[in-house]
């Protein structure tokens, strides 16, 4: 069993809806949680990083981190054609500064 | 602000053969990590280094090496590559003072016939 799974999609949503991507994990020692956006043929763009559990905001995107469940979230509001790609959630221990563990992504399509 | 910068962006070699990939961190970043994207997978982490030092290594045989010079730019060596080592290699630095998320560049694509 991997220690990061995330639903894996794809999704297509039209435009103007509410996205809502998950990831559980299984390791407790993960203290630190990023969200990336990857477009085809490009590297992954950090998009948010949080530490405590709860929510963080940060214009149409909310991270949500609930570490007693072991699961993350990130909502997108108002989603636009232009969010369509593929989305990573990653994390990592506090002793690991590098070392970040990846989920396989989920692919959003946001249709006009 | 100049972030991170690969070289090459495409590569294809043949089995057997060797290949070198090259990393320029972030401005103001002194940590270099690499890792093995699989088409449809995440990111895997191959290793780390921090003031020229490899500092944690991932899953990875030893055919997978790595340097960092003393400007903080880093390269990635495999040897004896394999039809299996076909992937987007991502670099990705970060600051080894704090606890700062990994900034990628946009990799080298891989491509082992």
């Known amino acids: 069993q991997k220690e990061v799974e995330q639903d894996p999609g794809p999704l297509s949503v039209p435009e103007g809806a509410i996205v809502s991507l998950n990831c559980t994990y299984s390791?407790?020692?993960?203290?630190?949680f990023m969200w990336y956006r990857q477009y085809s043929r490009k590297g992954p763009e950090l998009l948010m990083y949080?530490?405590?559990?709860g929510n963080k905001e940060d214009g149409r995107f909310t991270a949500q981190v609930d570490k007693s469940s072991k699961y993350i979230s990130l909502f997108i509001r108002d989603s636009q054609p232009s969010d369509s790609a593929t989305y990573l959630c990653?994390?990592?221990?506090?002793?690991?500064?590098?070392?970040?563990?990846f989920g396989d992504g989920t692919t959003l399509t946001v249709k006009p | 602000d100049a972030g991170v910068t690969q070289s090459p962006t495409h590569l294809i070699k043949t089995r057997g053969q060797q290949v070198t990939l090259r990393c320029s961190p972030k401005?103001?970043?002194?940590?270099v990590s690499w890792y093995q994207q699989a088409l449809g997978q995440g990111p895997q982490f191959i290793f780390q280094?921090?003031?020229?030092?490899?500092?944690q290594r991932g899953n990875f045989p030893d055919r997978f090496s790595g340097h960092q010079f003393p400007n903080y730019s880093s390269e990635l060596n495999v040897n004896a590559l394999l039809l299996g080592d076909s992937a987007l290699y991502l670099c990705?630095?970060?600051?080894?003072?704090?606890?700062?998320?990994?900034?990628f560049g946009n990799g080298t694509r891989l491509t082992v016939t």
């Open positions: 990705a630095s970060s600051s080894g003072r704090s606890n700062s998320p990994l900034h």
């Open positions: 390791n407790s020692a993960f203290q630190y």
């Open positions: 949080t530490y405590s559990s």
């Open positions: 990653a994390m990592r221990a506090y002793t690991n500064a590098g070392k970040s563990t």
């Open positions: 401005s103001g970043h002194d940590t």
């Open positions: 280094y921090y003031e020229e030092e490899e500092r």
